[in-house]
Structures are given as structure tokens and as C-alpha cells.
């Protein structure tokens, strides 16, 4: 899959969200200002904070403002899990909380329940694993 976003593409997507938040911003400082006689300079220094605001959040942000058109279930590839039941040949694996049916990437493997699993593939709904490592599953049980 080719990746086609820039940087100026992710924040671009960010100003375009951050828009409607800076127009309330701008409307509420209006209406202090005729309601309650709020100061000019005190009602551009609150839109000013406010949009401020927003570029500092925005490196802790941008992650989540590039698009993936992966599916929910492509997104589980490199994932490592651990066999609920034995995968002989298909059985439950738990991949992030979830149970997930799964089957061996490769014919005639049988993986037993607990042993750790990585995710290689996807077909339809279910996913194709291979066993993990000692190492891996170590990791996994003290989480």
C-alpha cells in the first residue's frame, strides 16, 4: 500500500477541524465584549490563547489526523497475540482484548492454547498466524 499523505496534507486535515472551534472562539469574545463590555484587547487575547492552544496540541495530535484506509482487521497484521484454544486448524486467538478466529499460516501446524502468536495475514475474517517466540510470551503475560 502506498502511503500518499504529507505533512502539509495531516495539517491541513488539522486547521480544516480546528476552524469551527476558532469561529466560537472568536463569537464568544464578541458577545462578552457587547454583554459584559470585555475589553477589546482582552477578547483577541482570548482568541489568540485559543488558537495557541491548538498548536501546541497539535504534535500530540497529529497521529490522529492521518487517514488509514486499512480496514479494522488489516490493522491486526504484526499484532502478536496468544492462542485461546488450540489452532488445530482453526481455533480463538485474543489480539488486543478481542477474540479473533484464527488458523495457522502454515498446513498441518498445530499451535496449542497460551502459546504466543503473531498475525501474518487476513482472509475474510479470519487470521492467519504463525506461533510466537518464549520471548514474546513472557512480554505478553506481564501486561
Known amino acids: ?10 495539517l491541513r486535515r488539522y486547521v480544516l477541524y480546528q ?16 454583554w459584559v463590555g470585555l ?12 488558537a495557541l492552544k491548538d498548536a501546541a496540541l497539535y ?4 497521529a490522529s489526523y492521518v487517514p488509514d484506509s486499512r480496514t479494522v482487521i488489516e490493522r491486526l497484521i504484526g499484532q502478536v497475540g496468544i492462542a485461546v484454544q488450540p489452532l488445530a486448524p482453526r481455533g480463538y486467538i485474543r489480539v488486543r482484548g478481542e477474540l ?18 503473531t498475525v501474518d495475514a487476513v482472509r475474510g475474517t479470519i487470521l492467519l498466524v504463525r506461533p510466537g517466540s518464549a520471548e514474546l510470551s513472557e512480554s505478553i503475560a506481564s501486561k
Open 19 to 34: 476552524i469551527p472551534g476558532w469561529l466560537l472562539a472568536v463569537a464568544s469574545a464578541l458577545l462578552l465584549h457587547r
Open 59 to 62: 504534535p500530540f495530535l497529529r
Open 100 to 117: 479473533w478466529l484464527a488458523e495457522p499460516t502454515t498446513a498441518n501446524v498445530v499451535i496449542r492454547g497460551g502459546h504466543p502468536v
Open 39 to 50: 475589553p477589546g484587547w482582552a477578547g483577541a487575547t482570548l482568541v489568540v490563547t485559543w
Open 1 to 10: 500500500m502506498t502511503d500518499f499523505t504529507t505533512p502539509s496534507t495531516v
